[in-house]
C-alpha cells in the first residue's frame, strides 16, 4: 500500500493497516458529528404487510441452557426468539433525549445489523411460506415476499439472515466503521444462539452460500431494498433447529428461483450523508464466494454455570453495556472456570453456532479476579498456531500454567495491568477499572492467506462472538461488560513482544467485565408497554 492516505488499498491488509488507531493519530473519521443526518436505526418497509408478534415471559431455562425440551416453533416462541435476539432490552431517558437499547449490542448503539427470517406457513403470521423482515420497535414482522406454497424449507426450522448497513456505523466512525459492523455481525450470532438455547433450539452458521446468492435470496439486489448510499450489505445465514435431529443440508437456489412476490419499499435512513469510500472499499474487498460447507467443530455442552443463579430470559434483558466501573469488584473464581470453557472452540450455546476453525487467542489483563494474581495471561483456542503464536511473542513471557487444570490458560507476565490496560485502549479507564480485560488477537496472515479477503469478515465475527459471551457470562455473574472497539492496535501488539512490522497476529477487539456504575441522572422505562405482553 502506498504511504499516500488520498490512495485507497487495494487489498484488505491495506484496510486493516490504515485503520489502525495509534497515540498519535487515530483513523480517518468525521470531523464533527452531524446530528440531523444521524441514520435512524430502524429499518422499515413502507407498503408490507406487518405482523405484531406476542410478546412472552421467560424463558426460564436455566444460563447458559440450552433448555432441557425444545419449544414448538409457532408465533409466540418465534416472537420470544426475535425478541431475545434482537428485540429491545430498555428505553433510556435523560435530559430531554430518549433512547432505546437492545438485547443485541452494537458499537456506539447504532445497529448495522438487520435480520430477516425465511420460513414455511405459520398460523398468525402467514398463509405461506415467505421473508420476513424483523422490526423491533414495534416488534413485529414486515412481509417482505411471499411465495406460492406453504412449505419450502425442511420441517422443524427456518432461516435467519443477517445483514450490515455500514452507512450507520460510518456516520460516527468514519473508515473504521467497516470493523464495527463485522464485530455487530458477530454478536448477533450470539445473541441469536442464546436466544434460541432458550428454547431449547440450536443456531448454526451456513458457511457455504456467497454474498450474491444471499443477497437475491432477500432481494438486496432490487431497486426497492435500500435507498442510495445506505447500501445493505449480506452477512451471513443461519439455520434456527427448532426440533431434535441433524441439522438438514440447505440448498437455498431453489429458495432463490422459486416464484415469489415481494412487497414494500425500504425507507430513507438520512437525510444527508457524507461519502467514505475507503469503506466502500472495504465491503468490496471482503466479498465471499459460494463455497464447501466447513464442518462443524465438535460440540462441548456448556454445563452448569459455577456461581451463576440466573435464567435466560433475565440475563438477556438485562445486559447493558456499562459505560463506567467501579475498580473494586473482584470477579468469582469458579465462574470465571465457567467462562473461559464456555469461551473454547464448539463450547455450547454460543461458540458452536460459528463453524469456522477458531483462529482467535485471548489475552487477559487481569486485575481482580479471585484466586488469579494480577497479570497478562493467554487463553490458547487454536493448537495448530500454538507454537508460531507462541515463537512471536515475547521470550521473555513465563508461561506458567495449572491455575484452572487442563485448561490452556498460561500466565505470560505477573503484575498490576490497569495502565497498561488503560493506555492500550485510547486510554479510556474503563478498562483498567473492571475486573479484567481482553485483547483478542487473530492468526491474520495465514487466515487470509487461506480463505481469501472474507477471512476479514469471519476473524471479526469470531471476536464478536466472543464478546457477546463475555457480556453475557459476566451479567449473569451479576456484573456487566463493555466491548472496546478503540484501542491503538500496534501499541497492543508491542505490548505482547511481536516484532516491529510482524502482520501474522493482529489485535482486533477489545472487552471489558466488571462492576458497573450507574448514572442516576438516567432513567430506565420498559422496553415495551405492559399492554403488550400481558396480551393473550
Known sequence: MSGDRDELPNDIRGYHARTKHAPSRYALGPAFLDWTSQPSPYRRFAGARLVELPLGDGPAAAFPGPAGDAVALDAASL???????????????????????????????LHPTEAYVLMNAMEAVSALA?????????????????????????AGGFLLALTSIPWRESWKYGERAFRYCQLDAGHAIGAAAQAGAGLGWRVSALTHPGDAEIASLLGLDRTDAWRRREEEEPDLLLWVQTQSGERPHIDIAP????????????????????????????????RKSRTAPTAFLAETAAGAAQGVDAQIGAVVRRRRSAQRMDGAAVFPKETFAALLAALRPGAAPLLSALPSPPRLALVFLIHRVEGVEPGVYLLERDSTNAPALRLALSPDFDWMSGAFGETPFYRLRPGPQEREATRTACLQPIAGKGCFSVAMIADFERTLNEEGGFAYRRLHWEAGLIGQALYLWATAAGLAGTGIG???????HALLGFAPGETRFQDLYHFTVGAPVEDPRILTLPAYPDERRRRP
Open 79 to 109: 416472537g420470544l426468539f426475535l425478541e431475545l435476539a434482537f428485540g429491545l432490552s430498555a428505553w433510556k431517558s435523560a435530559e430531554g433525549a430518549t433512547w432505546a437499547l437492545r438485547n443485541n449490542p452494537s458499537s456506539g448503539n
Open 130 to 154: 415467505g421473508l420476513h423482515h424483523y422490526a423491533p420497535l414495534e416488534h413485529a414482522l414486515e412481509e417482505r415476499a411471499a411465495y406460492d406454497v406453504e412449505n419450502l424449507l425442511p
Open 255 to 286: 429458495l432463490i428461483e422459486a416464484p415469489r412476490q415481494f412487497f414494500g419499499a425500504a425507507n430513507r435512513l438520512s437525510e444527508d450523508h457524507d461519502g467514505w469510500p475507503l469503506v466502500d472499499r472495504a465491503v468490496r474487498l471482503c
Open 486 to 492: 478503540c484501542f491503538f492496535d500496534d501499541e497492543v
